[in-house]
């Protein structure tokens, strides 16, 4: 099998693999007592359930240090020190214990005015940074008074049609107040990274004294999520233009966060996930690189957003080989050298398996989530709110979480020793696995061609549906318990609060959009559109020219039609 | 509607680009032996309405998590009604307040499925229903 590391160098890991070795005292006594001993127990009864994890991966009753010793474990090459290379038990040397882990929330509904009060109040009590959650038709590139906004201006996240919006979205709050500012924008990356920058000018704070933070990950979005605007091939170049224009202006700002997360949640499983995910990292890493970047000024600028919600042990593992994987790709295939470039920063979003039922036992499952991610070393922590799967948070959901998020960094000394699972004989093993797992799926990725092959083959749609269905017989059968879903089953509720959309937020935000028509400079407007088609059209980086654009109030719509015109649109595929 | 089988189309309508739960249906009604259609995301209620009448299904499962259902729900039945394909049913899944099952079901959907229902569930609803139409 392709190795995506290293081709044919088998080395020490394959011989490990080696089942031949003669057992050790322990595998021997180990044996012994599960036969013996533990299966003597289940006689005449069967187990609790199957002890089968999401991934697939069977927990085993017991790990001993003959699991280690099965797998070659070698401290030095396996693990390392936080901080060095391979970085498993950590991105930084000092983790928490220099500074916990960043405390973020996402949020957005309404119009800049009403969800500014919100962000407020977010900081007042203790959020680190804001993630801005979008409207639909934000992310889709439509703006507010687009006959496709009907219905959902200012429902999932709050509406951004031009600068004026992001003004007051930050009146009152410098955006170098808070460690980093951002949003996701997948499919309008440049625009994203532009209101930002013109945001600062506005605020008068330099780029250098603020860090702005960005999914602008569009690739995963034809898979999952669902905000594609362009073909894949443009979409993913637009989103490097926005990561390569960092490299000299900003380079400490994170302006891609490539996502495992939506791809996960979709079906496909943690670990098949995260393979698709690295070859949606290495897709942008390879067109970044081919137009001539160098990886250790690119690298850095990537960080990734990992999630496994269904087993606690491998969301623990799955972090810990992730930054494992990612600084041996660095290294092995790309020959980067600078520290920032072989360690992985990562973005996380606490999740349980949130029920519609009894949500506030949402509180608890998030909680768990969250915490498994801590002990896998995670860097920027977002918690779920209990009610997010029924409706768009509340205040009071969004001070629990930011509270939960508090309690992990500074309660129960759950943040005091690095890497508190290294050494486990359960979580190395399954560190090892997990890795195994994400490699071969990668290199299956690789032979179909790479990540738009995912796409054009229907490869990711197909397993993502696969493992929804898979998940869906499982919660249906009762074989994955789900408390108050099939055990102790309880009838879904959803509160008549949820979506209750601001019409006048609605109404304020088209005001505010149509003054800004009226008053801003239309020819400034227009060259600078124009301005991006040329760039567009002759391969440039479209930045600079979105930036003049948003500096002249054009519209997030306006941008993305220019877009639309030039590249085309995206047809989603109507298989299941 | 005797003497063939069920035929579905699922739809997502609007912006909302969450598709795993219709799309997890759809294969369950294929599996039950029933005719399945998708539509594939972000159509208007005049794209589904169309796809509806062309295709000749008995029955629309709309999937919404985003919140517009009560604006692009009554859209799609006021132009179902319209379009003389008022016998065509409509069904409802994702993420809908309680207030606004009563308010869809009263304006001509047929039932509402909350996100987490089981597959067989759906099935049993839709095979009871053209049962019942089948015995009028």
């Not at chain 1, 069967?46 to 790990?63: A, H, K, M, Q």
């Not at chain 1, 010793?69 to 390392?80: N, P």
């Not at chain 1, 926005?242 to 000299?248: G, K, P, S």
């Not at chain 1, 990537?302 to 491998?314: A, L, Q, S």
Request: charged share 25%; net charge negative.
């Amino acid at each position: 099998m392709l190795d995506p590391l290293s081709g044919d160098k088998a080395g020490p890991r394959q011989e490990a693999a080696d089942a031949d070795r003669p057992a050790s005292s322990v595998a021997a006594a180990y044996a012994r007592w599960r036969s013996e001993a533990y299966e003597r127990e289940f006689v005449g009864r069967s187990p609790r359930r199957p002890f089968v994890t999401d991934v697939g991966l069977e927990i085993e009753p017991l790990y001993t240090p003959a699991d280690l010793e099965k797998a070659g474990f070698d401290y030095g090459r396996d693990l390392g020190f936080p901080g060095a290379y391979p970085f498993t038990r950590g991105d930084r040397a000092a983790m928490y214990r220099s500074e916990p882990f960043v405390i973020s929330a996402y949020a957005g509904f309404g119009d800049g005015e009403v969800c500014n009060r919100r962000f407020k109040n977010l900081l007042e009590i203790g959020a680190e940074q804001i993630l801005v959650a979008l409207d639909l038709p934000t992310q889709c590139g439509y703006d507010s008074d687009d006959p496709m906004a009907a219905a959902e201006v200012g429902q999932v996240g709050v509406a951004i049609d031009t600068l004026a919006d992001m003004e007051a979205l930050f009146d009152g709050i410098p955006v170098d107040s808070v460690k980093r500012v951002g949003t996701l924008g997948n499919s309008i990356g440049p625009i994203a990274l532009a209101l930002y920058a013109a945001l600062g000018e506005k605020q008068g704070v330099a780029w250098s004294d603020y860090t702005v933070n960005l999914q602008n990950d569009p690739l995963k979005e034809y898979i999952a999520r669902g905000t594609q605007i362009l073909p894949p091939a443009p979409a993913a170049r637009l989103a490097c233009d926005a990561v390569t224009w960092c490299i000299d202006k900003t380079p400490h700002w994170s302006p891609m966060t490539v996502c495992v997360n939506h791809i996960n949640a979709g079906g496909a499983g943690s670990s098949a996930a995260t393979a698709i995910a690295l070859s949606n990292a290495l897709h942008y890493i390879d067109a970044m690189l081919a137009a001539g970047h160098a990886i250790d000024d690119v690298a850095p600028l990537i960080h990734m957003f990992p999630d496994e919600r269904h087993d606690f042990y491998i969301s623990i593992a799955n972090l810990r080989a992730l930054r494992r994987i990612w600084a041996r790709l660095m290294r092995e295939r790309y020959g980067a050298s600078r520290a920032e470039a072989l360690s992985l920063q990562t973005t996380v979003y606490g999740h349980g398996q949130e029920s519609l039922q009894e949500p506030l036992n949402n509180i608890v499952r998030t909680a768990f989530g969250t915490l498994a991610y801590v002990l896998g070393g995670a860097s920027y922590v977002y918690l779920a709110c209990y009610d997010e799967a029924v409706s768009t948070p509340g205040e009071e959901s969004m001070r629990v979480a930011l509270r939960t998020l508090q309690i992990i960094a500074n309660e129960h000394g759950i943040a005091d020793a690095i890497d508190p699972m290294g050494g486990s004989y359960l979580i190395e093993t399954l560190t090892n696995q997990v890795e195994r797992q994400i490699l071969d799926s990668l290199a299956e990725i690789e032979r179909l061609g790479g990540a738009l092959s995912v796409i054009d083959t229907g490869f990711g749609r197909r397993l993502m549906t696969e493992g929804a269905v898979r998940r869906q017989r499982a919660i249906d059968s009762g074989q994955r318990p789900w408390v108050t879903v099939n055990r102790w089953p309880q009838k879904p509720n959803v509160p008549n609060t949820a979506f209750r959309g601001d019409p006048e937020a609605v109404d304020r935000q088209l005001r505010r959009l149509n003054a800004v028509r009226a008053q801003r400079d239309g020819k400034r407007v227009a060259a600078a559109l124009a301005k991006i088609d040329r760039a567009c059209a002759e391969g440039r980086n479209v930045t600079p020219a979105v930036l003049e654009a948003v500096r002249a109030y054009a519209s997030v719509g306006e941008i993305c039609r220019i877009w639309r015109d030039r590249f085309g649109i995206f047809t989603p595929s109507t298989d299941f | 509607m005797t003497g063939r089988r069920l035929r579905i189309l699922i739809a997502k309508v609007g912006l909302d680009g969450h598709d795993v739960g219709a799309r997890v249906v759809a294969r369950g009604l294929l599996d039950a032996g029933m005719e399945v259609i998708y539509t594939g995301l972000r159509r208007t209620p005049e794209q589904i309405v169309r796809a509806a009448i062309e295709e000749d299904v008995d029955w629309i499962g709309i999937s919404l998590l985003s919140g517009a259902h009560r604006v692009l729900v009554p859209r799609i039945r006021e132009l179902l009604d319209e379009s003389d394909a008022g016998d065509i049913g409509i069904l409802v899944g994702g993420i809908i307040p309680q207030e606004d099952v009563a308010e869809l079901e009263s304006a001509g959907v047929a039932r509402v499925f909350l996100s987490g229902t089981s597959i067989s569930e759906i099935v049993a609803f839709l095979q009871t229903q053209s049962a019942d139409l089948k015995n009028a």
